[in-house]
C-alpha cells in the first residue's frame, strides 16, 4: 500500500470567467471537467489538465464569493506546475511577461531551477525544470506549443507551524519517506522538509516549510482548499480507508465524486488531505475529445440540471 504522488489540488477562485482565461489562455491547460461542487451546487467546480486529464496534472478550482486569502501557516503555500527543460523555463518567463504575469527570476531550489509566479487572484504557483522526466501529455488546441506545455503538478509545498505532528502522519500513517531538506526561499533561518511518495521525483513530492512566525493563514480566493494524494485502484482506496479507521483517524469515509473515489481527512495542523483512486477518469460520461465542453453532473444530480445551471454565472 503505497502513495504514488500528488493527483489533484484544489484551489479556490472568486472570478470563475477570469479563472478560465488565465488558466487556458495563459497557462494554455485544458479545461477538461466544468463541473458543480458536488457539496455546494451553486459554486462551479473547473478542472484544468494535461491533454489526456491524466491524474496527476488536475488543477482545479471552486468557484466561492469569498475576499482574498489571508497569508500564513496551517495551509498549502505553493503549487508547482513541470515543464520539460530550462529552455522551456526561459519561454515562459517571456510569455508570462508578455501577459504582465507578477513572477520573480528563474533560480535554483532543491537542485531543479524553478520560475514563482502569482495568477491573478494571488495564487501562488512555480514552473519546475523536471527535465523531461515521466510521461507528457500535449494538448493540441493548446495556445502554448507542445514542447512547452505544463506536464503536471508538483511538488507542492505546504506550510505550518510545527514539524513534529505533520512528520508522523506522512512518514507512519501515509508511508511517505523524508528524503532531505534545503533552504526556505523566504527565510534563511528556516527549512523546507522533503518527503517522497512512490518513485519520487517532483510529481511526488510534498515539501513542508515550517514558519511558526507566521500567523495562521484564513481560506480565501488565491488560497487552497486542499491536496490529493493518487492511490492507483480500489483495492488499495479499501485498505487506505480501514487504516485510517483502524487509527482512529477523523476522517469523511468512503466518497464516491463518480470521477474518482476519495478520503478526506486532516493532518495535524489542519491541512485537509485527500486520497484519491486514479480512475475512473474525467472520460467516464463525455468522450475525451469533448472534454470540458459543456456542464457535466454526475449521476445523481443529473436530475436537477436545469435548476443547477439555472444557478450558475455564464463563463
Do not use: C
Amino acid at each position: 500500500m503505497q502513495l504514488t504522488g500528488i493527483h489533484h489540488l484544489t484551489a479556490v477562485s472568486a472570478d470563475a470567467p477570469g479563472n478560465v482565461r488565465f488558466y487556458t489562455r495563459v497557462l494554455g491547460l485544458r479545461l477538461v471537467k466544468k463541473t458543480v461542487n458536488q457539496d455546494d451546487v451553486a459554486a462551479y467546480h473547473l478542472f484544468y489538465a494535461d491533454g489526456l486529464a491524466s491524474p496527476g496534472s488536475d488543477l482545479t478550482f471552486f468557484d466561492f464569493p469569498t475576499k482574498r486569502e489571508r497569508r500564513g501557516n496551517h495551509t498549502i503555500t505553493r503549487t508547482g506546475l513541470r515543464v520539460g527543460s530550462e529552455a522551456s523555463l526561459n519561454w515562459w518567463q517571456k510569455h508570462l511577461a508578455a501577459a504582465d504575469v507578477t513572477m520573480g527570476e528563474i533560480t535554483e531550489r532543491d537542485g531543479r531551477l524553478t520560475l514563482d509566479f502569482e495568477d491573478p487572484e494571488g495564487q501562488r504557483l512555480s514552473l519546475v525544470d523536471d527535465q523531461g522526466s515521466g510521461e507528457s501529455h500535449p494538448w493540441a488546441k493548446s495556445p502554448i506549443p507542445a514542447v512547452h506545455q505544463i506536464r503536471g503538478l508538483g511538488p507542492i509545498t505546504m506550510t505550518v507551524p510545527d514539524l513534529a505532528p505533520t512528520d508522523a502522519v506522512l512518514t507512519q500513517v501515509m508511508k511517505m519517506r523524508q528524503v532531505r531538506d534545503h533552504p526556505h526561499p523566504e527565510s534563511n533561518k528556516d527549512r523546507m522538509h522533503v518527503y517522497q511518495m512512490g518513485g519520487g521525483g517532483p510529481a511526488a513530492e510534498l515539501h513542508v516549510a515550517v514558519r511558526p512566525d507566521l500567523p495562521a493563514a484564513h481560506p480565501g480566493a488565491g488560497g487552497v482548499h486542499h491536496v490529493a494524494f493518487r492511490t492507483p485502484d480500489n483495492a488499495q482506496y479499501d485498505a487506505w480507508a480501514q487504516q485510517l479507521q483502524q487509527l482512529r483517524i477523523p476522517n469523511s469515509g468512503k466518497v464516491d465524486r463518480f470521477y474518482f473515489r476519495s478520503l478526506y481527512f486532516r493532518e495535524p495542523n489542519g491541512i485537509l488531505f485527500e486520497i484519491a483512486t486514479d480512475g475512473p477518469g474525467f472520460a467516464a460520461d463525455e468522450p475525451l475529445e469533448k472534454l470540458g465542453e459543456r456542464l457535466a453532473l454526475p449521476p445523481f444530480l443529473e436530475g436537477r440540471r436545469a435548476e443547477i445551471e439555472a444557478g450558475l454565472k455564464p463563463l
